[in-house]
């Protein structure tokens, strides 16, 4: 079985933040649904895009952000982009001191180790003035 989902939030004229994560939650949240995906399986997206929407509009600059999903029986692939100015995640945020006293860490970073902890693949490109990160998750068994 394979199944596909778009959605793109920040677009609308006067939609915030706070609404276009919203909007997103909602529709992937629906789908998992439909696609009958377990509860955590939903939360961990919830956590993942939420994570990534928000750096992408707060820090990016994005007026528009993408998210396609596709899964197949084993595993689940999200392609996130974005029109915000070129930022490659996986190269260019900082690497958390996880082991340090929350009152001591420097802030930044933190986002996107809670990304790569809960995803198996992750790659970028920049393509079309266009971030395009893709993540890959196993579905649990």
């Given at each position: 079985m394979s199944a596909y989902f778009c959605v793109e939030?920040?677009?609308a004229e006067n939609e915030s933040v706070d609404?276009?994560?919203?909007?997103?939650?909602?529709?992937?949240?629906?789908?998992?649904?439909?696609?009958?995906?377990?509860?955590?399986?939903?939360?961990?997206?919830?956590?993942?895009l939420e994570e990534l929407g928000l750096n992408a509009m707060t820090y990016g600059g994005a007026s528009s952000v993408r998210i396609v999903i596709?899964?197949?029986?084993?595993?689940?692939?999200?392609?996130?982009?974005?029109?915000?100015?070129?930022?490659?995640?996986?190269n260019e945020a900082p690497q958390p001191d996880v082991n340090a006293a929350l009152e001591e860490r420097s802030i930044g970073g933190l986002g996107i180790h809670l990304v790569r902890t809960?995803?198996?693949?992750?790659?970028?490109?920049?393509?079309g003035g266009r971030n395009h990160l893709t993540l890959v998750t196993r579905r649990p068994e």
């Amino acid at each position: 079985m394979s199944a596909y989902f778009c959605v793109e939030v920040g677009s609308a004229e006067n939609e915030s933040v706070d609404d276009a994560l919203r909007h997103m939650e909602q529709s992937i949240e629906e789908f998992g649904r439909q696609e009958q995906w377990p509860d955590d399986l939903i939360f961990k997206l919830h956590l993942i895009l939420e994570e990534l929407g928000l750096n992408a509009m707060t820090y990016g600059g994005a007026s528009s952000v993408r998210i396609v999903i596709s899964e197949d029986v084993d595993e689940v692939t999200i392609e996130i982009s974005d029109d915000g100015g070129a930022f490659d995640p996986l190269n260019e945020a900082p690497q958390p001191d996880v082991n340090a006293a929350l009152e001591e860490r420097s802030i930044g970073g933190l986002g996107i180790h809670l990304v790569r902890t809960l995803t198996n693949d992750l790659s970028y490109r920049r393509e079309g003035g266009r971030n395009h990160l893709t993540l890959v998750t196993r579905r649990p068994e």
